[in-house]
């Protein structure tokens, strides 16, 4: 009774009112006494050591499979290797091939296994930068996407989007056809190749030269690109 404490001022207040002198001594001891005590706990408070996590983590050098050369293409902090199974990477094509060119292809890869120091990573798909894809589409021209799910020889699913840009503006029933075309010679060629084949093929560009050279027997056409894939088994 008397005392009052503030905890975010850190200011004790006596409200001596009527007390008599010897009452005042004792609540004003009282208050040095707690007061001491607050800053003590304070101090060690202060002096508690925050834990250091990172220096429990090891570093590990993230590698592409076989089929894209084994190549570094990072490193990763974990605390145990499990914690990296399934952790995504992702570098462009400039990055492994040295093909600057190459810049606006996106490849993304998957940690599936640690050996040692190294995270061995597979492939699960790649994309085009926006910007190319902007890039390709100009006035007077029709843009024909043809999305295929195809299954390579040794069973692997492989989601494709397919983006052709025409010479000039194709009617509708045009472009249904080309995207039926397009779909049927996806299909036919991830059906003589591996998948490793496949892969190589899309994202080197030779599929969709090979595609566009097909189609464009059917209409004229200006560009053909694989702008998305995705490894679905």
């Known amino acids: 009774e008397g005392v009052n404490y503030n905890e975010n001022t850190r200011k004790v207040t006596i409200n001596v009112g009527d007390l008599e002198n010897k009452k005042v001594i004792k609540l004003e001891t009282e208050v040095q006494e707690f007061e001491g005590t607050i800053s003590i706990m304070a101090k060690a408070k202060a002096r508690r050591r925050v834990r250091d996590t990172w220096k429990e983590k090891s570093w590990y050098t993230i590698k592409t499979p076989v089929n894209f050369e084994d190549k570094e293409i990072g490193e990763t902090p974990a605390r145990d290797p499990d ?29 599936d296994n640690v050996a040692g120091d190294v995270a061995n990573t597979k492939f699960t798909g790649h994309k085009t930068t926006t910007d190319y894809v902007r890039s390709m589409i100009r006035r007077g021209t029709s843009r024909i996407d043809a999305s295929s799910i195809v299954k390579t020889k040794d069973d692997r699913k492989v989601k494709l989007h397919v983006l052709a840009v025409t010479t000039r503006r194709a009617k509708s029933s045009q472009q249904k056809y080309m995207r039926q075309v397009i779909n049927d010679l996806l299909a036919e060629t991830a059906a003589e190749k591996s998948f490793d084949e496949l892969i190589k093929l899309v994202v080197n560009g030779k599929l969709a030269s090979e595609v566009y050279h097909n189609a464009k027997k059917i209409y004229p056409l200006k560009r053909v690109e694989i702008i998305k894939s995705k490894v679905l088994n």
């Open 83 to 111: 914690y990296l199974i399934g952790r995504g990477v992702e570098v462009t094509m400039r990055e492994l091939s040295g093909d600057f060119s190459k810049q606006y292809i996106k490849l993304r890869f998957e940690i």
